[in-house]
């Protein structure tokens, strides 16, 4: 796997599951701005609020093309991996929630602090030690003020442009 942060800001987002790990995911697509529609029988609390496209129904065989990203959060394992062997065949980006082995990208432990967004990914699939980890770097991560950091993005960019070596 490679580490990447996506740019997700107005990017179709195919959400299949209305649970509390679909709920998790929809909570992170929000934040990064991504239009989501979402397909479950039934949503769990917290969903109405959010500015999703929500849709009532079973996730069979509707359309996924138009789509940069599906998530598959459902409980139905043969219904994930199915979705997910579509998306691989359609060349979209799928995470199957339900099998990280089953899909192109996972979603790590990740936490901001001090303007910092910081992830965290291993390949044995643990998140309570991910959890922990997590815990421990936010405490290493010193509390910076905003007025600090943009100081320090201007001295950045003097220097890559009168130093470009």
Known sequence: MLPLFLDLKDKSVLLIGGGPVAFKRAQKLVAAG????????SFSDGFLELPIDLKRETFKDQPI???????????????????????????????????????????????????????????????????????AVTVALPDLAPKDLEKLAVLRRYIIEHYPE
């Not at 967004?117 to 390949?123: G, K, N, R, W």
């Open 34 to 41: 991504a239009k989501i529609s979402a397909y479950a029988n």
């Open 65 to 135: 093309e138009g789509y940069w990203l599906i998530i598959t959060a459902t409980d139905d394992h043969d219904l994930n991996a199915a979705v997910a062997k579509r998306a691989k065949a359609a060349k979209i980006f799928c995470n199957n929630a339900g099998d990280g082995d089953d899909g192109d990208l996972i979603f790590p432990f990740s936490f901001e602090k001090s303007g910092f967004t910081v992830a965290i990914a291993d390949q044995y699939r643990l998140p309570f030690l991910l959890t922990v980890l997590g815990a």
